[in-house]
């Protein structure tokens, strides 16, 4: 067996009861995902996915749709494609 180093790291509770049940659906690990996240960082020379702030639109936005503020819904898919004129 290959020699390990250990990584220790604090994360939500929440956060890590959810991202848990998603990886055993999947059949990993935690250690599995966290070594699979460090090879494609090694093999990218960069994080595997873009890291970005959101501008102040996207910000204000997600802040409204949160409250359900300006946000539509519809029953069915046809009311949302006439409401976009599709």
């Known amino acids: 067996m290959s020699k390990t180093a250990t990584i220790r790291a604090r994360v ?9 049940d998603i990886l055993e ?9 966290i070594q699979l996240l460090y090879r494609q960082i090694k093999l990218r020379r960069r994080l ?5 702030v959101p501008n102040k639109l996207t910000t204000l936005t997600l802040r409204r749709s949160k409250k359900g503020s300006g946000v539509k ?14």
């Not at 999947?26 to 995902?33: D, F, I, K, N, V």
């Not at 595997?48 to 970005?52: C, I, T």
């Not at 819904?73 to 599709?86: I, N, Q, T, V």
Request: hydrophobic fraction near 35%; charge should be neutral; charged fraction near 45%.
């Open 73 to 86: 819904r519809f029953a069915k898919k046809d009311e949302l494609f006439r409401d976009l004129g599709l």
């Open 12 to 20: 939500e509770p929440n956060l890590k009861s959810e991202v848990e």
């Open 48 to 52: 595997p996915f873009d890291v970005r």
């Open 25 to 33: 659906r999947l059949g990993r690990s935690a250690s599995e995902a």
